[in-house]
């Protein structure tokens, strides 16, 4: 079945550590994005791809870092100059510029 | 000014009512609407999407557009205990990015 995996689902960072999400998607779309959920709050972008080799900021990209070295994978690092990293990830993708995203299950990232 | 906006809720409605849901969004330019249904704890999930104004049924949701009152809304009819959720309101304006609402957190009462 086509999808996208994200992993890992749960994952624990601590101060001054760099960490790496991981997305795949199988699905042959063009685009990919990283979304930021906090509670209450609604989804916030940190990062989108439109092609391989090919990434532009969002909203919310400062202490983020991204790739885009092949269409299927976008892998999200949040760097140590990322203050308050605790939050609920999501990664998604579109076929183009018209459709609805498809996301991944998320990854919980939890500072300790 | 916040791009997209819904009532946070908590929307509470007896079994078997309408649910009534609505965004608002401030770009004039938008171009497609979105409403995805996220489960605590889960991602969000495509239920319905709308690019002209009026209505699209498909089962028991149907979304209303009215670009002129840059508006959409959702209704759920024959509410179920399991359409218990938050609903995110999803708008794309003239680039591909989607902008979401904060979300409105529905309660169906068996």
């Known amino acids: 079945d086509g999808g996208i995996t994200q992993s890992p689902k749960y994952l624990f960072r601590k101060e001054g550590q760099n960490v790496t999400l991981s997305c795949e998607q199988n699905?042959?779309?063009?685009?990919m994005y990283w979304y930021r959920q906090d509670p209450g709050q609604g989804l916030r972008l940190i990062y989108y791809s439109q092609i391989v080799n090919d990434f532009q900021k969002g909203d919310i990209a400062e202490g983020y870092s991204v790739s885009r070295e092949k269409k299927e994978s976008f892998p999200l690092t949040v760097t140590s100059a990322q203050k308050n990293p605790t939050a609920f990830y999501l990664c998604?993708?579109?076929?183009?510029?018209?459709?609805?995203?498809?996301f991944g299950s998320g990854t919980r990232l939890t500072v300790v | 000014q916040k791009e997209v906006e819904q009532n946070s809720g908590p929307l509470s409605v007896p079994e078997g009512a309408i649910a009534s849901l609505n965004c608002t969004y401030s770009d004039r330019g938008s171009q497609s609407f979105f409403w995805y249904r996220q489960y605590s704890g889960k991602s969000p999930e495509l239920i319905m999407f709308?690019?002209?104004?009026g209505d699209k049924e498909d089962g028991r949701f149907t979304a209303q557009l009215n670009k002129a009152s840059q508006y959409v809304s959702l209704l759920i009819r024959d509410s179920q205990p399991s359409d218990s959720a938050t609903y995110l309101c999803?708008?794309?304006?003239?680039?591909?990015?989607?902008?979401f609402g904060a979300g409105t957190t529905v309660t169906v009462r068996a």
């Open positions: 699905l042959n779309h063009d685009a």
């Open positions: 998604a993708s579109s076929i183009g510029v018209s459709g609805g995203y498809t």
């Open positions: 709308i690019y002209s104004n």
């Open positions: 999803a708008v794309r304006s003239n680039d591909y990015k989607l902008s």
